[in-house]
């Protein structure tokens, strides 16, 4: 089998309402959509979801590296030896993870049609049928967080995570209304700061007062390297600390494992470059006795349907995941057919072939701002 095209097709993809995070708010994911042909007849469809503010790439350079450096190089090459073309990509260029992903996806969703198997079994066979999912509540108004906040707990989801940031005393009076509105039996609650937090006295003054809001993590309150303010602050608070854009590479699971207590691993697929890197991750960090969670970026059912397969490698889920994202995709954008259902606590693990899902190239097309076609 050889690859004989590859279709890279830029698009923004409108979601059912705005998300805010700290940083700003949105309403499109500007994401990358990949096609990988063979010459048996079998494709793959790939993803790419980057976001510049965190991680320095963008749909643009996403695009040009893709469709000037990665595609040429993939043309004619065997596409069920995902660990060489992977490492083919890494020689060119040592970083652009999102767009590798975008690859590693197809070639894995190429891999196991051929071979008529889930892409989990490529990864070696899975633990979990039914992946947890955690309900998210994006930046607002307190009230308006409140009631989606409600809406989740209605559901019957064990996780609420919610947005935050910008200012750890407005976080905590946050949590603290969310709390009283859910009541102290109700779901645990997650903090995401997405690196907001400085390593000031005010950070340090009121980092304690997570624990009576039962807050069961607290994800990236420290700008990605920052590891002794990450340290520092895990052995202050019992709350244990969720390590997400930290957690880009071997290096970073290395630092993590010089001393784990109190730390888990968030692991995406986009931010690593692929099932095959983020597959190794997981490994490792179970070796070292490290929880792990999968997480999702801003991608649709695509690269989240993967991250779903990734999930159901991992021995023991100590915490929900986050393939919920691409829930918020619109109906008339989402271009997979039988996605997993995503409006339910858990969410099946598929078991068709490949990804198990059907992407409507064609339905793509609306959503296109170019098609790039390397042969």
Same mark, same amino acid.
């Given at each position: ?5 590859? /279709? #890279?097709?830029? /698009? ?6 705005? =998300? ?5 708010? !949105? ?21 790419? @979801? ?14 040009? $590296? ?25 020689? $060119? ?12 996806? @197809? ?13 989990? &079994?490529?990864?070696?066979?899975? &633990? ?12 607002? /108004? ?10 989740? +707990? ?9 947005? *935050?940031?910008?200012?750890?005393? +407005? ?21 995401? =700061?997405?690196? *907001? ?10 980092? *304690? ?38 957690? +880009? ?14 730390? /888990? ?18 490994? =490792? ?8 969670? #999968? ?6 059912? $695509? ?7 990734? @999930? ?6 100590? !915490?929900?995941?986050?393939?919920? !994202? ?19 606590? &858990?969410? =099946? ?27």
């Amino acid at each position: 089998m050889k690859i004989t095209e590859i /279709v #890279i097709r830029p /698009v923004d993809i409108p979601r059912k309402d705005s =998300a805010g995070v700290w940083r700003h708010s !949105y309403k499109v994911l500007s994401n990358v959509y990949v096609a990988i042909h063979t010459d048996e007849g079998v494709s793959g469809f790939g993803e790419a @979801a980057p976001i510049g503010a965190y991680f320095g790439e963008t749909q643009e350079t996403a695009v040009e $590296v893709l469709r000037k450096y990665f595609a040429p190089l993939l043309i004619g090459k065997d596409p069920l030896n995902i660990r060489q073309r992977m490492n083919e990509l890494d020689r $060119v260029l040592p970083r652009n993870p999102c767009a590798k992903a975008s690859i590693d996806i @197809a070639l894995h969703d190429i891999k196991g049609k051929a071979l008529g198997v889930p892409v989990w &079994s490529l990864l070696g066979g899975r &633990s979990q049928t039914n992946i947890p999912l955690t309900f998210v509540v994006g930046l607002d /108004v307190v009230d308006k967080m409140l009631d989606r906040a409600l809406a989740g +707990q209605k559901t019957g989801y064990s996780t609420i995570k919610v947005k *935050g940031g910008r200012d750890i005393r +407005q976080d905590i009076e946050t949590l603290t209304a969310l709390r009283r509105g859910m009541g102290t039996d109700g779901p645990w609650l997650r903090l995401d =700061a997405n690196t *907001g937090y400085n390593n000031s006295p005010e950070t340090w003054r009121y980092a *304690g007062e997570f624990e009576p809001l039962k807050v069961i993590l607290l994800e990236q309150p420290f700008p990605i390297e920052e590891w002794d303010a990450l340290r520092a602050l895990r052995n202050r608070i019992r709350t244990p600390i969720l390590l997400d854009e930290s957690m +880009q590479s071997g290096w970073a699971l290395q630092q993590l494992a010089r001393s784990p207590e109190g730390f /888990v691993a968030n692991i995406k697929i986009q931010i690593v470059g692929g099932l095959l890197k983020a597959a190794q991750l997981v490994d =490792a960090a179970q070796q070292f006795r490290i929880p792990v969670m #999968i997480g999702s970026h801003r991608e649709s059912h $695509v690269s989240n349907t993967a991250s779903i397969h990734l @999930a159901s490698i991992i021995s023991k889920l100590d !915490y929900t995941c986050d393939q919920r !994202y691409a829930f918020a995709v619109a109906p008339e954008a989402d271009v997979v057919e039988d996605s997993p259902r995503l409006d339910m606590p &858990s969410v =099946a693990v598929p078991e068709k072939p490949g990804l198990g899902i059907t992407v409507n190239w064609q339905k793509t097309e609306p959503l296109a701002l170019a098609t790039y076609n390397v042969k």
